[in-house]
């Protein structure tokens, strides 16, 4: 279906503001606002990332410590670094569902 539309050459300013007032808002326009919540998103994807990553590697570290080296720790010493791990790996199951969250 073609369409003929009439373009003046010329419209009065206030004409003009009258045509703004009446448009409907762009939804892809983006304000200030928006742009700084995604930035703001942005670092806080990132440190996400960072977290995770640096919580894989300390999750390791705890997995691979030689058992000897904890003989001269006191059993809350060793209690405190299985509660850690236990939290780690809560934060990690954590982060997986904020970032496979498609709402």
């Known amino acids: 279906m073609e369409e003929n539309y009439y373009l003046p050459s010329s ?11 009446k448009a409907k808002k ?7 606002s928006d742009i ?4 703001e998103l942005e670092d806080f994807l990132k440190s996400l990332d960072d977290f995770e990553r ?9 997995s691979n410590t030689d058992k000897d080296l ?13 509660a850690m791990e236990a ?6 199951q ?6 496979n969250d498609k709402d």
Do not use: P
């Not at 939804?27 to 200030?32: L, M, P, R, V």
């Not at 954590?94 to 970032?99: G, P, S, T, V």
């Open 11 to 21: 419209i009065s300013h206030k004409k003009l503001s009258l045509l703004k007032l």
């Open 26 to 32: 762009d939804n892809f326009s983006f304000d200030d």
């Open 36 to 39: 700084s919540k995604n930035t």
């Open 54 to 62: 640096a919580s894989k590697d300390l999750f390791k570290m705890i």
């Open 70 to 82: 904890l003989k001269t720790k006191s059993s809350n010493a060793i209690m405190a670094i299985g």
């Open 87 to 92: 939290h780690l790996n809560m934060a990690l």
């Open 94 to 99: 954590a982060i997986n569902i904020f970032k």
